[in-house]
């Protein structure tokens, strides 16, 4: 029988397909996954028991803000070590790229303490070359960026609080289409910040087009979580329905919320998803959240 360099025994494998845990052995040799099987027929030159710990091939963070912080610490070990092994970046309308050299000092306002750190230098414009910084130095998790609506926004019109123009609009799509080409994989929103929230929904329809055209999707720090949360949510779902992209509501609890928001907050994406939508949400939890959504999830699961 085939003697593996490493035999994980005994564990709880979750293999990332979306199918439920099972119990059993994975092997990997020359550091590579070589074989699943049931417990105790795969034999290795070293074997180490789970006892019945998870084994998963990585985790994803889908809703980061390393944009910087990875050039300042690229081990990632606040990661790895939890077993996460990919970090979305460039949420809530906030990636480092694009940079226009006139809006360059709105961009580091916008970016504030994180920015000033004196490790990062804002060495980039496009969103290429972001991604080239980071890829030239090495990382160890995978990063997936996204390019974030405020900074395609500073980059063409700074603060300003208007919708943009038919040309800045143009602008904005085009520095998209780059970054989507560049290998980002969607766009996202700050909609309660500025400059994001300076932007009407037909503006982020007409982004998220562009993402969609690249199959990227749309990730939104939406426009209200206290009372407009609902609003909000179906905001979101409308851009996605009309952009034709999928949804990532971002940090979707209903903060200082009721529990009946809670309900009708995951009715509406529940509703979304039944009608074919794409729609998903990631949660981000608080104490003093807890007896909202300890409410809300029973009715759900
Ligand atoms: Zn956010």
Redesign the pocket.
């Known amino acids: 029988m085939a003697e593996f360099d490493l035999v994980l025994s005994n564990g709880r494998i979750l293999d990332g397909c979306g199918n439920p845990w099972y119990r059993g052995d994975l092997a990997i040799q020359d550091g590579h996954i070589a074989a699943i099987g049931p417990v105790g027929r795969l034999h290795g030159r070293q074997t180490l028991d789970m006892q019945e710990r998870f084994v998963a091939p990585g985790f994803i963070d889908i809703h980061t803000h390393s944009d910087l912080s990875i050039l300042v610490n690229r081990r990632a070990e606040s990661a790895v070590r939890q077993g996460v092994t990919t970090h979305v970046v460039g949420?809530?309308g906030m990636s480092p790229a694009p940079l226009s050299a006139g809006h360059l000092a709105d961009m580091r306002t916008y970016w504030g303490e994180i920015a000033a750190q004196p490790e990062v230098t804002w060495l980039w414009q496009t969103f290429k070359d972001y991604l080239a910084v980071i890829q030239t130095g090495g990382v160890a998790i995978n990063i997936a960026s996204l390019a974030g609506h405020a900074a395609l926004r500073l980059a063409v019109m700074g603060y300003a609080d208007r919708a943009p123009s038919v040309t800045e609009l143009a602008v904005m799509q085009s520095l998209l289409s780059e970054a989507m080409q560049a290998g980002a994989f969607g766009l996202s929103t700050?909609l309660v910040y500025p400059p994001g929230c300076f932007a009407g929904t037909d503006e982020i329809i007409a982004l998220g087009k562009i993402a969609a055209a690249y199959n990227g999707f749309y990730a939104s720090?939406i426009r209200g979580e206290r009372e407009t949360i609902l609003e909000a949510v179906a905001e979101a779902i409308h851009i996605g329905c009309e952009a034709g992209l999928p949804v990532q509501i971002?940090?979707n609890a209903p903060k200082f919320g009721a529990a009946r928001d809670a309900r009708a907050n995951l009715a509406l994406v529940d509703a979304a998803r039944l009608q074919g939508q794409d729609v998903t949400v990631d949660n981000d939890v608080h104490t003093d959240l807890a007896p909202a959504l300890l409410h809300a999830l029973p009715q759900r699961f």
């Open positions: 949420n809530c700050g720090h971002s940090h």
